[in-house]
């Protein structure tokens, strides 16, 4: 198959859907499949080189001048310069909230938004390339696209599914409804969902109203090459964090846990590591968490390991006993969970979201209850005082995990969607 995928680049940070959208895209290719991934926004961020000779459509400085100022004249072509979008790209942050609902609203709507410019560029780029088969949105976000695409290519559109709740409920009103009612509209233009989990695609079905036919779960996978487990426990043990460095995700959460286990000094020689993705944005919420492991006088057994690169992912979770994102949100995956069990490191995580059904299906971790500090300290503790519990439910994660979450198996359930379109 000729299969397109249009993934939303970050210029500058390691992102979630990215990386599981290459390796996605690298593994059908090794399927023998012709799949050709397509940067949006901004440039592409991933732990390998992307392959391809595809632009950067709906370049992010574009879309946004012909949101704030929709009778400009032609955009000049050099906007979409990599370099320029990259420098655009450390300016996260500096939009309003209100500027991020029109813009989000104007995207959903496609051809009748204000980038109908940027969609007939895209699709005469399509259009000079050979056919495809299918067209493959990253997000549901993109669901604006389809109904133009689909016109103009007439080609089948799959959408993925990869937290698009969080971001829309987080939009001010009139933006946020208006937004939830945009896209329950355009997926009528899409001819099927796969979701990373049972929990999101439940989700997801009922806030957009669709089917359950239209909507196939597909678990995401990794690449399981260099995650290989300890030789041994690390000495002294550690609690790890992966994933972006901010609230959301949790971290204040576990400071405030690990604070607390220090303070009871039941497991030994406890340090913290952290380690992801920061952005300017970031950094006063870093600067916080930073002075209350001072005030707690730990701050010297906690290091920061920010914009980790791949070939060192690995070795990071090695060096750590149990590993823990405590988010405050419902995730609709997690990668960092794979990630961990992969190398045998236990995970503690919160009860909700798709943490208890990646738990239940690898039986690679515990849960506990959601932003609490105390019942996460609990639960890390029952699992570090207990060395051969903690191997064993890592070990067991490890097997699930090679036997149910590789790039390998992702990549071959994907392949069966599409084949049944």
């Given at each position: ?46 732990e ?16 946004y ?16 310069s ?83 709740d ?30 990373p ?7 997801m ?6 089917t ?5 779960v ?101 060096s ?27 995970v ?55 036997l ?18």
């Amino acid at each position: 198959m000729r299969i397109v995928h249009l993934t939303p680049g970050t210029g500058n940070f390691f992102c979630g859907s990215c990386l599981r959208d290459h390796a996605l895209v690298m593994a059908l290719r090794r399927r023998g499949h012709d799949a050709l991934m397509v940067p949006l926004y901004l440039p592409l961020v991933t732990e390998e080189p992307v392959s391809g000779d595809a632009p950067i459509f709906y370049g992010g400085i574009s879309v946004y001048l012909e949101q704030k100022f929709p009778r400009l004249a032609k955009l000049p072509g050099w906007l979409n310069s990599p370099t320029l979008l990259r420098w655009a790209s450390n300016l996260v942050g500096m939009t309003s909230a209100s500027d991020h609902g029109e813009l989000t609203l104007s995207m959903l709507r496609g051809e009748e938004g204000r980038q109908a410019v940027e969609m007939e560029k895209l699709i005469g780029w399509l259009r000079s390339q050979p056919a495809p088969d299918v067209i493959c949105l990253s997000n549901a976000l993109l669901a604006g696209l389809s109904r133009r695409l689909k016109a103009a290519l007439r080609v089948p559109v799959v959408c993925s599914l990869q937290g698009e709740d969080s971001f829309l409920d987080s939009l001010p009103e009139p933006h946020r409804r208006q937004c939830w009612e945009t896209l329950a509209a355009r997926c009528a233009d899409v001819d099927r969902f796969i979701a990373p989990s049972h929990y999101y695609g439940d989700l997801m079905r009922w806030r957009l109203g669709l089917t359950p036919e239209r909507v196939s779960v597909v678990h995401n996978g990794i690449a399981l090459d260099g995650f290989e487990p300890a030789a041994a426990p690390p000495q002294p043990p550690a609690i790890g964090y992966l994933a972006r460095l901010c609230r959301v995700k949790g971290l204040d959460t576990l400071v405030d846990a690990f604070i607390e286990l220090k303070r009871r000094d039941r497991v030994t020689g406890l340090r913290l590591r952290v380690a992801g993705t920061k952005t300017r944005v970031d950094e006063p919420f870093i600067r916080e968490q930073q002075r209350k492991l001072r005030a707690a006088g730990v701050a010297e057994l906690a290091e920061w390991l920010p914009d980790l690169p791949r070939e060192v992912k690995p070795a990071f979770l090695r060096s750590l006993s149990a590993l823990s994102v405590p988010a405050a949100y419902g995730e609709s995956f997690g990668l960092y969970v794979i990630e961990a069990l992969a190398c045998g490191v236990p995970v503690v995580q919160p009860r909700h979201g798709a943490f208890p059904e990646l738990v239940e299906k690898t039986g690679g971790g515990v849960l506990c209850a959601p932003g609490d500090a105390k019942a996460l300290a609990d639960a890390i503790e029952s699992l570090l005082l207990d060395p051969a519990k903690a191997f064993a439910v890592g070990q067991q994660g490890r097997e699930a995990v090679a036997l149910d979450f590789s790039v390998e198996r992702m990549a071959q359930k994907v392949e069966d969607v599409l084949h049944g379109l």
